[in-house]
C-alpha cells in the first residue's frame, strides 16, 4: 500500500511514488540515467528544514564523495550526462533543491534566505557521514556551494560551472520580472502554455543552451513531466519572488567581499554564450580570489556541460582529480 511517507533505507523505483505525476516523473529519470549509462540510484531523505529531499547517488561508494547542485529551474537529473566522466572514481550525490525534482516544494515566502538554501544541505551530508565533499554547483547551485563553503567550511574543492549565484546583483530580463509578485505569475502561466517538451526545449535554448544537439528527447520529456509535479510552480515562484525586488536581485546574489577571501581551491568553467553574465564578470571575481582558476569555453551557454563535446567534463575531472 503506498503513503506520502517513502522509505529512506533504499533505493527507489517509480512504482514507489504515491503521485502518479510523481510516477511519471521518476520513469523520465530513470529512461534518461538508462540513455547516459549510468546506474544511479533514486532516494529519499526526510528533513525538518525542508520536508523530503530526494536525491540521485551513483558512483564507488569509497570513492571520493562529489556533490552536485543544479541551477534555479533545473533538477538534479540534468547532472546525469556529466556522471559518466565522474562514476568510475567518486562518489557522486545529485540532490533535487525543494521545489524541484521529486523533492518537497514548500514556499519560500519569509525565510531566511542564506540558512534555508543549505541547512537541508547540510542534513544530507550528515547522513550520507559526509564531511567536506568537492562541491560543483551551477547558477543557483553555485551561490548554495558558495554558502556551503563561507559559512559552515563544508567544501574541500569547488568548481563552479556556469555563471554562479553571488557574483553579480545584475540580472537578466526574464529573471528580473520573475521578482515581481503578480508579473511572475502571468510569466509561468505564458511560459506553460502549449506543448510540455516543446516549452522544455525553447526554455533550454532560452537560458541554458547554445547548441542542444547533444540533448536527446528523454531530456526534454523529462523537463516536462517535471513541469508537470504538483506544486512545483508556485514554488517556484515564491522562490523567484524571495530572490529580488522588483528587478534587483536580494543582496545575498553578490558575495564578492566575502568569496575575495575564501581559500578553497576552486574553478570556474565558464562560456563566453552565458545568459547570465559575461565571462569577464567571473574572471575578475577569480583575480581576487586566493586560490582560483578560470576557463572559459568559446561557444558554451549557461550549462557547459550540456553543450556538444566533453571539454565542461573534462575540465571539471581534471580539476576534481588535482
Given at each position: 500500500m503506498r503513503t506520502d511517507v517513502l522509505p529512506d533505507d533504499r533505493?527507489?523505483?517509480?512504482?514507489?511514488?504515491?503521485?502518479?505525476?510523481?510516477?511519471?516523473?521518476?520513469?523520465r529519470q530513470a529512461r534518461l540515467a538508462d540513455r547516459y549509462d549510468v546506474d544511479a540510484e533514486s532516494r529519499v531523505l526526510h528533513t525538518d528544514a525542508a520536508g523530503r529531499i530526494h536525491y540521485l547517488a551513483a558512483g564507488e561508494p569509497d570513492g571520493e564523495p562529489v556533490l552536485l547542485l543544479h541551477g534555479v529551474s533545473l533538477p538534479a537529473a540534468t547532472w546525469l550526462p556529466l556522471l559518466p566522466h565522474l562514476t568510475d572514481e567518486y562518489r557522486v550525490y545529485a540532490p533535487d533543491r525543494p521545489g524541484l525534482g521529486l523533492s518537497a516544494a514548500p514556499s519560500y515566502r519569509d525565510r531566511d534566505l542564506r540558512s534555508f538554501l543549505v541547512t537541508y544541505l547540510l542534513d544530507l551530508l550528515d547522513d550520507r557521514g559526509v564531511d567536506s565533499?568537492?562541491?560543483?554547483?551551477?547558477?543557483?547551485?553555485?551561490?548554495?556551494?558558495?554558502?556551503?563553503?563561507?559559512?559552515?567550511?563544508?567544501?574541500?574543492?569547488?568548481?563552479?560551472?556556469?555563471?554562479?549565484?553571488?557574483?553579480s546583483r545584475d540580472l537578466p530580463l526574464l529573471?528580473?520580472?520573475?521578482?515581481?509578485?503578480?508579473?511572475?505569475?502571468?510569466?509561468?502561466?505564458?511560459?506553460?502554455?502549449?506543448?510540455?517538451?516543446?516549452?522544455?526545449?525553447?526554455?533550454?535554448?532560452?537560458v541554458n543552451v547554445v547548441d542542444d544537439g547533444a540533448l536527446p528527447e528523454a531530456f526534454y520529456e523529462l523537463l516536462a513531466a517535471g513541469a508537470r509535479l504538483p506544486g512545483r510552480e508556485a514554488s517556484q515562484r515564491s522562490l523567484a519572488t524571495a530572490q529580488g525586488s522588483f528587478g534587483r536581485a536580494?543582496?545575498?546574489?553578490?558575495?564578492?567581499?566575502?568569496?575575495?577571501?575564501?581559500?578553497?581551491?576552486?574553478?570556474?568553467?565558464?562560456?563566453t554564450e552565458d545568459s547570465f553574465w559575461p565571462p569577464a564578470v567571473g574572471r575578475q571575481v577569480a583575480e581576487r580570489m586566493p586560490d582560483a582558476g578560470f576557463h572559459e569555453l568559446p561557444g558554451h551557454g549557461h550549462t557547459p556541460w550540456l553543450e556538444p563535446g566533453d571539454e565542461a567534463a573534462a575540465l571539471v575531472r581534471l580539476f576534481l582529480d588535482e
Amino acid at each position: 500500500m503506498r503513503t506520502d511517507v517513502l522509505p529512506d533505507d533504499r533505493p527507489l523505483s517509480p512504482d514507489d511514488w504515491p503521485d502518479p505525476a510523481e510516477q511519471r516523473y521518476a520513469e523520465r529519470q530513470a529512461r534518461l540515467a538508462d540513455r547516459y549509462d549510468v546506474d544511479a540510484e533514486s532516494r529519499v531523505l526526510h528533513t525538518d528544514a525542508a520536508g523530503r529531499i530526494h536525491y540521485l547517488a551513483a558512483g564507488e561508494p569509497d570513492g571520493e564523495p562529489v556533490l552536485l547542485l543544479h541551477g534555479v529551474s533545473l533538477p538534479a537529473a540534468t547532472w546525469l550526462p556529466l556522471l559518466p566522466h565522474l562514476t568510475d572514481e567518486y562518489r557522486v550525490y545529485a540532490p533535487d533543491r525543494p521545489g524541484l525534482g521529486l523533492s518537497a516544494a514548500p514556499s519560500y515566502r519569509d525565510r531566511d534566505l542564506r540558512s534555508f538554501l543549505v541547512t537541508y544541505l547540510l542534513d544530507l551530508l550528515d547522513d550520507r557521514g559526509v564531511d567536506s565533499p568537492h562541491v560543483v554547483g551551477n547558477s543557483h547551485g553555485g551561490l548554495q556551494a558558495f554558502l556551503l563553503a563561507l559559512d559552515h567550511d563544508r567544501v574541500d574543492r569547488l568548481a563552479l560551472v556556469g555563471a554562479p549565484g553571488g557574483v553579480s546583483r545584475d540580472l537578466p530580463l526574464l529573471f528580473r520580472l520573475l521578482t515581481v509578485r503578480g508579473v511572475n505569475r502571468a510569466l509561468f502561466w505564458l511560459l506553460s502554455r502549449g506543448d510540455p517538451v516543446e516549452n522544455a526545449r525553447q526554455s533550454m535554448a532560452r537560458v541554458n543552451v547554445v547548441d542542444d544537439g547533444a540533448l536527446p528527447e528523454a531530456f526534454y520529456e523529462l523537463l516536462a513531466a517535471g513541469a508537470r509535479l504538483p506544486g512545483r510552480e508556485a514554488s517556484q515562484r515564491s522562490l523567484a519572488t524571495a530572490q529580488g525586488s522588483f528587478g534587483r536581485a536580494h543582496p545575498l546574489f553578490d558575495l564578492r567581499d566575502e568569496l575575495y577571501g575564501l581559500d578553497r581551491p576552486t574553478r570556474f568553467v565558464w562560456g563566453t554564450e552565458d545568459s547570465f553574465w559575461p565571462p569577464a564578470v567571473g574572471r575578475q571575481v577569480a583575480e581576487r580570489m586566493p586560490d582560483a582558476g578560470f576557463h572559459e569555453l568559446p561557444g558554451h551557454g549557461h550549462t557547459p556541460w550540456l553543450e556538444p563535446g566533453d571539454e565542461a567534463a573534462a575540465l571539471v575531472r581534471l580539476f576534481l582529480d588535482e
